[in-house]
């Protein structure tokens, strides 16, 4: 019990409380609502939307997080689900804002904006970066909590296994188009759903930090999952290499997953 309750009060001050941002949420669905109405009157350029349609997206995820990441959590409050979801919101406002840096960079190049608006893009993105860092350590807090207070209410009959933070299984070196179909369709027929991909490919969000993610495929799923456990050994069998994160490792994943394929190459250069 001592263990637990030191993870409890680690959690209540892992991060300080922010303000709600609830009236700006609101603010902006009004003021969406309307502009959708002077869209249609034909008073306003439809492309005027998207800027706001992003906004409205990351102040309703900046909700998501103001009532996980920001805030303090009683036992009692805790659930399986909290831990992906704050996890999810950070890593959707990075993409996002990622997307805007890589827009920036087009407009810049033809001369439509000043550098400035660059510098303050890059250095938004990496606020987020930090966030969604903060929100993967929190998430294995939490993790750490649920699993101590299932430990405590369960009997101590299950033997010891030795725990990896991740495994890394090189077989024959090359994750082929084949084997991706291969792995995709067998999926599906075992589950009855498609794969839950997080990155397939190089993304916007591995371009801006630098990661060569080509031919690689990151799968949103906990290795020890029965769905994670039925694609490793999927991959073993095949040859297939992967590396099966179970936390955030500095550097390597930022949440767990599945990544299919060779390790990915670090870019020489970062525009």
């Known amino acids: 019990m001592r263990f637990l309750t030191f993870l409890l009060c680690a959690a209540a001050v892992f991060l300080p409380a922010q303000s709600p941002g609830a ?5 902006l669905r009004r003021q ?3 502009s959708r109405e002077l869209v249609s009157a034909g008073a306003l350029a439809p492309s005027k ?3 706001l349609e992003e906004a409205l997206l990351d102040a309703e995820d900046q909700g998501v997080l103001q009532d996980t990441l920001y805030r303090s959590l009683t036992l009692e409050e805790l659930n399986e689900g909290q831990s992906e979801s704050m996890v999810n919101a950070a890593r959707r406002r990075l993409d996002r804002q990622a997307d805007r840096l890589g827009r920036l960079k087009d407009l ?3 001369g439509a904006v000043a550098s400035n608006q660059i510098a303050e ?6 606020s987020r970066q930090e966030t969604l860092d903060q929100a993967v350590r929190r998430a294995g807090l939490f993790e750490q909590l649920l699993a101590a207070a299932r430990v405590e209410t369960e009997p101590d009959t299950a033997p010891a296994v030795e725990w990896k933070p991740y495994e890394r299984f090189e077989g024959r070196g090359v994750f082929t188009p084949g084997d991706w179909r291969r792995l995709s369709g067998a999926f599906q027929q075992e589950f009855g759903r498609a794969l839950p991909v997080s990155a397939n490919g190089s993304t916007a969000v591995h371009r801006a930090l630098g990661y060569d993610h080509r031919g690689r495929v990151d799968l949103a799923l906990a290795p020890d999952d029965p769905e994670g456990v039925w694609v490793r050994r999927w991959l073993t069998q095949k040859g297939v290499p992967f590396f099966a994160f179970r936390v955030a490792i500095r550097g390597s994943a930022t949440a767990p997953h599945i990544h299919v394929g060779p390790p990915s190459l670090r870019n020489k250069a970062v525009d």
Request: net charge negative.
């Open 23 to 27: 009236s700006q949420t609101d603010a």
């Open 32 to 34: 969406l609502e309307r």
């Open 49 to 51: 939307l998207k800027d």
């Open 108 to 110: 810049a190049a033809a």
């Open 121 to 126: 893009a890059a250095q938004e993105l990496a």
